[in-house]
């Protein structure tokens, strides 16, 4: 079972940015795919962004296109999510997940998932 582990979470300002990372565990990379995901409280958990480790494949939610921007690190094992122009609706914690083969949006489709990370955008 792969580990991930999310960081770079924290408290910004609406119109400010963070940089999310997401160590993997996992050497062989190009057996995952990559997702972002988050929930805020009360809320169900929103596909954010997802990533094949071949970097062919991207999609975003349509609320996220052109505000944020999934990358990776094979060389670092390591998946990003750099998040501009943030509002307070961003608010929520940051998930990054892990599945075997193609990408998907749903939640349902990953296997392994890291302990998340608080992001707050204060208005």
């Known amino acids: 079972q792969v580990q991930l582990v999310e960081s770079g979470g924290g408290l910004v300002q609406a119109g400010g940015s963070l940089r999310l990372s997401c160590a993997a565990s996992?050497?062989?990379?190009?057996?995952?795919?990559m997702g972002w995901f988050r929930q805020a409280p009360g809320k169900e958990r929103e596909f954010v962004a997802t990533i094949s480790w071949s970097g062919l494949t991207t999609y975003y939610a349509d609320s996220m296109k052109g505000r944020f921007t999934i990358s990776r690190d094979n060389a670092k094992n390591t998946v990003h999510l750099q998040m501009n122009n943030l509002k307070p609706e961003d608010t929520a914690v940051y998930y990054c997940?892990?599945?075997?083969?193609?990408?998907?949006?749903?939640?349902?489709?990953?296997?392994?998932w890291g302990q998340g990370t608080q992001v707050t955008v204060s208005s």
């Open positions: 996992e050497r062989t990379f190009s057996s995952y795919a």
């Open positions: 997940a892990a599945k075997i083969g193609r990408s998907s949006r749903s939640y349902h489709d990953y296997s392994a």
